[in-house]
């Protein structure tokens, strides 16, 4: 016969009566007895239970040790007058250790000594590896900023791995660390440049000769520093291995290689500028410049750094 039982009672029923269970309309369950036989899935249900249940237990019996211990050692530090307490919570340790032994199959000591022996391994391997630090460390040697402050900065770019030499004479390569300061950086400077409504803007590497030329005054100052694109196109050398600029593609005029933008910004100025109507007028350009300078300084000074530019015109 249908025996119906709500959903709560299903697991208590089958556990004590050997039943097996199907889907049933309206929320319910329908059992029928199979002859005392339990269903595979309750086998393994009461089974992962069982186990859980084991485990939490010797969880719990190894805080109550660990618990019962500590007073214990506090009660041994105590005068003689506390030696009945003593006495008492010494018993209640034996019986805690008595039911591990039992629930783990395994003495409490052995495996607390398990557990302190992955421990030393750890702390053996971070010793390892704090050793290898130290060692890196003290093969790192940072001139003292009193005795030599130019040296000094360039030992500490060093040891923070913020720069590398490039194989181009005066270049250097931004590692990740120093790309990550000058992002913060920058972005910081941009929000304050965009709160006085600058807009960026981007404009050429390439700067033709003749715009520097006209601003002769202005260029003095690094004229010796400019680095020139003549060709526009290399070709097989013929006298030997390598290339060498193709002569027919000399460029009708010279261009310079970007030592700063102003000339090319203000030429384009003159062509977006046309009446009172269009001013102020505020760009502000990330970019960066060569210079060709003769003696560099990660950061300082370089043959191609970072910068930024702003250029305003005002009624």
Not at 269 to 277: E, M, Q, T, V, Y
Request: aromatic content about 10%; glycine content about 2%; charged content about 25%.
């Amino acid at each position: 016969s249908m025996i119906f039982i709500t959903k709560s009672l299903i697991y208590m029923y089958a556990t004590t009566k050997f039943i097996k269970i199907s889907p049933f309309i309206s929320g319910r369950s329908s059992i029928t007895h199979t002859n005392g036989k339990i269903s595979n899935n309750f086998v393994r249900i009461r089974t992962i239970m069982s186990e859980s249940q084991n485990k939490n237990q010797i969880n719990d019996l190894q805080i109550r040790i660990s618990n019962v211990e500590n007073e214990v050692q506090r009660l041994k530090s105590l005068p003689q007058i506390y030696k009945e307490d003593l006495n008492k919570k010494i018993n209640e340790l034996l019986i805690l250790k008595n039911q591990f032994e039992k629930s783990s199959t395994k003495s409490f000591d052995s495996a607390i000594s398990n557990k302190s022996d992955k421990k030393k391994k750890n702390n053996a391997k971070n010793f390892d590896k704090k050793q290898e630090v130290n060692a890196v460390e003290s093969s790192i040697i940072i001139t003292s900023r009193e005795k030599d402050y130019s040296q000094w900065y360039l030992d500490v770019i060093s040891a923070a791995d913020l720069v590398d030499s490039s194989p181009v004479k005066g270049c250097m390569v931004i590692r990740p660390w120093g790309m990550a300061i000058w992002d913060e950086l920058r972005n910081d400077l941009d929000a304050r440049i965009k709160d006085k409504d600058v807009e960026n803007a981007y404009f050429p590497l390439f700067i033709p000769k003749s715009f520097l030329s006209k601003e002769a005054e202005h260029v003095e100052g690094f004229a010796k520093e400019c680095a020139i694109v003549t060709h526009h196109r290399l070709t097989k050398d013929p006298n030997g291995p390598g290339l060498i600029p193709d002569p027919d593609a000399l460029l009708e005029e010279p261009l310079i290689v970007r030592p700063t933008s102003e000339t090319m910004i203000w030429y384009m100025f003159s062509k977006w500028i046309d009446s009172h109507r269009d001013l102020p007028m505020k760009i502000n350009q990330w970019a960066n410049v060569v210079r060709w300078e003769l003696r560099t300084r990660p950061f300082l000074r370089s043959a191609e750094f970072l910068w930024q530019e702003g250029h305003t015109a005002h009624a």
